[in-house]
């Protein structure tokens, strides 16, 4: 008789107790300025590298890594994890929890102390992005990632549920804004799932959502991104406007709004909600082309 294949039991993660321990050495509390929320369930920390779908020679930057529960979880998937964190104290503790825990990949972490939002340079190119991220910043650390480091290509943020799905939003939805826009000049995002609350210490008073991007060229135009971004702000500013009035103060008058939009293809009459990334590049293209030929 054959005996069945046993099943491994599964690498342990930090848990509830672990957490609340860590804290206590640290003499740490949560701080919502922070948006400190830690996971304390490790099959929320599996599902999510899971979901995030990494290859084994990736080079892993993590936002915010806290006191270490998803970045357990990326080492045991990825080849290396720079791990940003803004707070000195848990920047500091974190090679020490690794190393208590993971003692085999201490040599695979790098800890940057710096805020995400500023940070400029980081000792090794990330290729993927993995990050539980402070609600109240998200989509600028997003997007101010996926500027400054052209070699991530892919990853998934655990968000605000709502954000979750704005990033996720298609032209032509209620939810489709901003951060749908400026997003889809980079990559491609699509919701991956929800989290929920009681998988957080302390826990959040909202739902969280995943979402998955893969980076992709931005739209072929000679306008700079710069220019792309500033029609979209003006686009959303008044989003219940047509674009012809909603675009004028961009454009210096409806006139010329209406002029770079006609020549862009656009219809005048039309909201900012519907649409795509290249509809905006071609509207920033003819007007810096008006502008060059005036």
Partial sequence: ???????PPPVPLLGAGDIRRLAAELNLRPTKTLGQNFVIDGNTIRRIVASAQLGAFETVLEVGPGLGSLTLGLLDAAERVVAVEIDPVLAAKLPATV????????EALDVVLADAMRVTHLPRQPTALVANL???VAVPVVLNLLERFPTLRSGLVMVQDEVADRLAAVPGSKIYGVPSVKAAWYSSMEKAGTVGMNVFWPAPKIASGLVRFTR?????TTAS???VFAVIDAAFAQRRKTLRAALAGWAGSPVLAEQALRRAGIDPTARG??????AYARIAEA?????TAG
């Fill in 99 to 106: 190393a208590s825990w993971r003692p085999e990949r201490t």
């Fill in 216 to 220: 992709r060229e931005p739209p072929a």
């Fill in 273 to 278: 909600e519907v649409l795509g990334i290249t």
């Fill in 1 to 7: 008789m054959i005996e069945p294949r046993k099943t």
């Fill in 134 to 136: 402070p609600y109240n």
């Fill in 225 to 227: 991104r710069t220019e």
């Fill in 287 to 291: 007007k810096a082309a008006a502008t």
